[in-house]
């Protein structure tokens, strides 16, 4: 079960006009269940994307990466149960395979079409299946459908992700609606494991790889779950232009704010929910880490905690060892660090100063706050002005359970 | 249970003239266990030592680091159960007086005194029962008593874990035996948990330090259980002087070969016990990198590979679900890395190459292999000349299990 999420109604994910969604059981990996999603645009969306660091990057996503540099994207198609990652040159072949048949059903040109794949690796994907698939896919496109497509992306999340809301775009009113999925191998950089976000606004194409870039480093970049970053980690923004305002086309207007605002935040509901899904977690943490020289250091201590398996299993045992922090944060490979000036917090609760224990904890205390289902560990590094947050979830023995048993 | 490892019977640990150890029950924070020990050096012997590079260092550390710049060092004190770290001032302060009491004892100097703790972080060190204690450790001071002192430093470790050898040093034969602890919060960086290793060779002081260096970088330096390096890691090398052999004093001799090579043997013993006994251990996995462009870039993929909780879930399993591996390789963070030339290895099975699944592999081979209680992945990277190895464990049911429960 996840921390405190509860997947929204289908009637509350809010279609986006211009952008169709359809899914079907194709049988990829395991019978009857979704997992074959495809997603039609209509002609002039702007389409942009950030994907996975792992050098071991899936084949889909260099499909991807070349189709976005050429633009005119009308479709994506999305697989779930096979990753189509460590795969080699057949693997590149797949992926352009199942595009050229997205683009013989919509009419459209194969480097028209963004491939993802999600699920075990170095396992060949199934084209044929997919190809059997498509048309029921197609005869499913609606514009309604956020909520089954959320559903079809799933592996071994426990439930699907989504989010959705509206904002005013000078007069006129603008939809931005997004699903996600991921549970395990998470911990994206530059990316998540697989994120869509679609709108209607019109926003020029540098725009939105700006925003989607923006986007991403403040939710799917904030997030670990394990640690392991995916070999097929993407994050997709859609702007379909179908809203009516005037296209955002300037970074310092207003209209880019509240837009980049609105989409993060979809974005970071999405994330915070992969976090709360997260394989075997019990508990969401909020790691917030100020006072840093610069952003990439306090990032760097949060992930060191949120990397921790000895402090993710205190966490999961609401054990205030809370020294295990503290070994992290040195850890953390801050050049300089004094750590006689850190300060630790769980939340309101004051923990460690002064290199120890402070004068003012009570093991009741730090008790209390360890027993609650969401915790925020705050820590100051006193050295600067820079900031940034970490989400993570703690360890529990059906992570271990989960990971053994996945393949079976 | 350590997986294929027993502790040496007593009499094959060979006393090393010079030094003498004696242990005692302290009730330091459990009663009735062996939990502190002290060593006492004759005149004369060489202390060389390294330590963590953890930025929250413990306060025994931080003595040590002193106490050895001094040199002339006459006796170590080991306790368990608490760290003494994270403890600010008044921890340095509790070191401090812990080796005045064992000065007092012995009729040395407080600076000829070298400090150790290890146990749970940020809570103060009763430095009252360590000096209650001190006395019975006195009275058990004996040149034959390895195997109490082994016992003496454990914590959550569940075996001892100690080593012996001797070797022929220009006609004099030279005695090498040593001790270490550490089962969890492992991934040591300079150093180990705790580890004492003491020869009766005569080795000039600054030699010997360099000794202790190579034989850290090739034992202790090359483990992990967690990734957690320790705010206590300690490597301490010890030459009594007493072999009668002539003072190894250069470092191009055979002299210096021959020892270096037998304490580092030693050592990696030592280390490879910690990693067979880390914490719910059930496999002993040996990561074999090479074609690295240096050594760095080698122990990078290693330990990525060490590090993943899927892979050592997968390994935990049992189950060759091995694209994990390449997408540890690929998150190693290694500089324009070509994955299309990366060959993976079980043992002798080749598992992956050109990208993706090797043409000759089959499950079953993959899965017999990943069955064992002893695992070599290799690695070719296919850029250099340049290699490394990483010892590491599984991750199981009861990694979680004993972290925890660690502290009730």
Partial sequence: MPVNYTPPAPETLLPV????LGIARAG??????????LIRLD???????????????????????????????????VNTGIANAGTGEPGLAAARATCAAVARLLACEPAQVLPFSTGVIMEPLPVARIEAGL??????LREDNWAAAAEAIMTTDTVPKAASRQIKLGGATVTITGIAKGAGMIRPNMATMLGFVATDAAVAQPLLERLTREAADASFNCITVDGDTSTNDSFIVIASGKAGNAPVADAASPDYAALQQAVTAVAAELAQAIVRDGEGATKFITIEVRGGRDAAECKAVGYAIAHSPLVKTAFFASDPNLGRILAAIGNAGVEGLDVGRVRLWLDDVLVAEQGGRAASYREEDGARVMRQAEIAARIDLARGAAQATVWTCDFSYDYVKINADYRS
Avoid at 17 to 20: F, H, K, P
Avoid at 48 to 72: D, K, W, Y
């Fill in 17 to 20: 006009a211009g952008v169709a």
């Fill in 28 to 37: 990829i990996r395991k019978a009857d269940r979704k997992d074959l999603l």
């Fill in 43 to 77: 002609p002039g969306a702007a389409v942009a994307g950030v994907f996975t660091q792992n050098r071991f990057c899936a084949a889909p996503v260099i499909a991807c990466r070349e189709h976005l540099a050429a633009g005119a994207i009308r479709a994506l198609v």
């Fill in 135 to 140: 048309p029921a896919c197609a005869a499913d």
